[in-house]
């Protein structure tokens, strides 16, 4: 079993940066894709941005595509998101995820077995 804690959110002005962490234990951190999601309030969990197992592969969903970048840091067991040009509409709560089914080009919840608590990010305007 994977544990997964996210840090790194909260309150920023429009136009500025954060920079989300995922520390992982329990399992072969090197083993698994990781991937950011997020939730809106009163709206469905949406992929943002995965990474494979090396960091060699990363895709981005196209509303934060140029904006955001995935990586990681398998000596450290953390995947990191930095986000920067933040907009008010990316205000949601920020989850990791983990799949160990790395053939899977999968941007899908339900393909993902381990998940954080969220943290939320908050973009005033």
């Known amino acids: 079993q994977v544990q997964l804690v996210e840090s790194g959110g909260g309150l920023v002005q429009a136009g500025g940066s954060l920079r989300l962490s995922c520390a992982a234990s329990g399992g072969t951190f090197s083993g698994y894709v990781m991937a950011w999601f997020r939730q809106a309030p009163g709206k469905e969990r949406e992929f943002v941005t995965r990474?494979?197992?090396?960091?060699?592969?990363?895709s981005y969903a196209d509303s934060v595509k140029g904006r955001f970048t995935i990586s990681r840091d398998n000596a450290k067991n953390t995947v990191y998101l930095q986000m920067n040009s933040l907009k008010p509409e990316d205000t949601a709560a920020y989850y990791c995820?983990?799949?160990?089914?790395?053939?899977?080009?999968?941007?899908?919840?339900?393909?993902?077995?381990?998940w954080g608590q969220g943290t939320q990010v908050t973009v005033s305007s």
């Open positions: 995820a983990a799949t160990g089914r790395y053939w899977l080009t999968t941007t899908r919840t339900r393909d993902f077995d381990y």
């Open positions: 990474i494979s197992r090396t960091g060699g592969s990363t």
